[in-house]
């Protein structure tokens, strides 16, 4: 895996024994991330032809895929590998500096990983140091190929097809999509704009205010979260 030369604990994907292990610290810290073999399928972004001409539509799920891009050097960086899962799979428990940061790509939270449910993703995007070579290494250890994403998520996702219920759950993702925003926006107003109003001798009410604020934000963000699937 690409990583920073100053980094001790370095990220990454070990395949052997039919599991694929991703050992990922800046992460879940010294937990491993184990997954059947048989459950992955792997793609190799940097050897994928650009798409040329019509495509194939992509289909409407029942439930929007979850495929965070777990990067181990800068956020600006390009993925060139894809791991989907026959079924979601549940991720290790988070550490608490990687789901504060603002710059991650996670569908899920800190105490989300820790509960008791736990949560799962559909998949992974990577960066590795021979995309190639670690796309082998997940077919060796008996991994599949993923050629086919479309086809792929018309076998081992659940698809919408009637035509009434893709246009209503467009717009539910849609609204829950806003919600998101607007909750974003107003969170980082409020965390910038209420603090202003304390003076050092003034009244701690604005403080108290600003806590109240912010968790009614962080669950307005959460159920947009949960409209947006």
Same mark, same amino acid.
């Given at each position: 895996?690409? *990583?920073?030369?100053?980094?001790?604990?370095?990220?990454?994907?070990?395949?052997? #024994? !039919?599991?694929?292990?991703?050992?990922? %610290?800046?992460?879940?810290?010294?937990? @491993?991330?184990?997954?059947?073999?048989?459950?992955? *399928?792997?793609?190799?972004?940097?050897?994928?032809?650009?798409?040329?001409?019509?495509?194939? =539509?992509?289909?409407?799920?029942?439930?929007?895929? $979850?495929?965070?891009?777990?990067?181990?050097?800068?956020?600006?960086?390009? %993925?060139?590998?894809?791991?989907?899962?026959?079924?979601?799979?549940?991720? =290790?428990?988070?550490?608490?500096?990687?789901?504060? $940061? =603002?710059?991650?790509?996670?569908?899920? !939270?800190?105490?989300?990983?820790?509960?008791?449910?736990? @949560?799962?993703?559909?998949?992974?995007?990577?960066?590795?140091?021979?995309?190639?070579?670690?796309?082998?290494?997940?077919?060796?250890?008996? #991994?599949?190929?993923?050629?086919?994403?479309?086809?792929?998520?018309?076998?081992?996702?659940?698809?919408?097809?009637?035509?009434?219920?893709?246009?209503?759950?467009?717009?539910?993702?849609?609204?829950?999509?806003?919600?998101?925003? $607007? *909750?974003?926006? +107003?969170?980082?107003?409020?965390?910038?704009?209420?603090?202003?109003?304390?003076?050092?001798?003034? %009244?701690?009410?604005?403080?108290? +205010?600003?806590?109240?604020?912010? $968790?009614?934000?962080? #669950?307005? #963000?959460?159920? !947009?979260?949960? +409209?947006?699937?």
């Amino acid at each position: 895996m690409k *990583a920073y030369w100053f980094v001790i604990r370095k990220p990454r994907v070990v395949c052997d #024994g !039919g599991a694929v292990r991703m050992m990922l %610290p800046g992460y879940f810290g010294g937990r @491993a991330w184990a997954i059947p073999a048989r459950h992955v *399928a792997v793609q190799d972004l940097s050897a994928t032809p650009p798409a040329e001409g019509a495509q194939e =539509p992509q289909p409407v799920l029942a439930r929007e895929l $979850a495929v965070p891009y777990l990067f181990t050097t800068g956020p600006m960086t390009r %993925p060139n590998l894809l791991l989907m899962f026959t079924e979601p799979q549940r991720v =290790p428990p988070l550490r608490l500096d990687a789901a504060l $940061a =603002p710059n991650t790509d996670l569908p899920f !939270g800190y105490r989300s990983t820790r509960s008791e449910k736990g @949560a799962r993703v559909d998949g992974v995007l990577l960066r590795a140091d021979n995309p190639a070579a670690l796309r082998q290494s997940v077919l060796t250890a008996g #991994g599949s190929s993923l050629d086919d994403p479309v086809g792929w998520l018309y076998e081992h996702r659940e698809v919408v097809a009637d035509v009434m219920e893709q246009a209503s759950l467009a717009r539910r993702r849609r609204v829950g999509r806003c919600i998101q925003l $607007a *909750a974003m926006i +107003l969170f980082v107003a409020t965390s910038i704009g209420v603090p202003r109003l304390v003076a050092d001798d003034g %009244p701690w009410w604005p403080v108290f +205010l600003l806590l109240a604020v912010l $968790a009614g934000l962080f #669950g307005l #963000g959460a159920f !947009g979260r949960r +409209l947006a699937r």
